[in-house]
Nanobody, 117 residues
Framework: QVQLVESGGGLVQPGGSLRLSCTAS????????MDWYRQAPGKERELLAG???????YYTMSMKDRITISRDNAQSTVYLQMNNLKPEDTAVYLC???????????WGQGTQVTVSS
């Protein structure tokens, strides 16, 4: 089993930046990819970016030019640097990890990001 805890969300003004963290515990050696998603009220959950166990990154078009995903050397924490935030970026941001055997997905509880002046 893997547990994920996100942090770093909060209230930020338009144009501001935030760095989100997702820390894994438990069977961290079983983790393959780690992804960041977001879910705004009344909208579907959407994938933003991911990073493989080997460090390869992938981004969707949603925030592609304004975010950077990274993973620490111990591979237990993944970060999402978000820049030039806009009010429409307001959402709960969630971390997902999938297992190397492809059998399991694990989700964190999410961290709220609110972009408002």
């Amino acid at each position: 089993q893997v547990q994920l805890v996100e942090s770093g969300g909060g209230l930020v003004q338009p144009g501001g930046s935030l760095r989100l963290s997702c820390t894994a515990s438990g069977s961290i050696d079983s983790i393959n990819n780690m992804d960041w998603y977001r879910q705004a009220p009344g909208k579907e959950r959407e994938l933003l970016a991911g990073i493989s166990r080997g460090g390869s990154t992938y981004y969707t078009m949603s925030m592609k030019d304004r975010i950077t995903i990274s993973r620490d050397n111990a591979q237990s924490t993944v970060y999402l640097q978000m820049n030039n935030l806009k009010p429409e970026d307001t959402a709960v941001y969630l971390c997902k990890a999938d297992s190397r055997d492809g059998h399991d997905d694990y989700w964190g509880q999410g961290t709220q990001v609110t972009v408002s002046s």
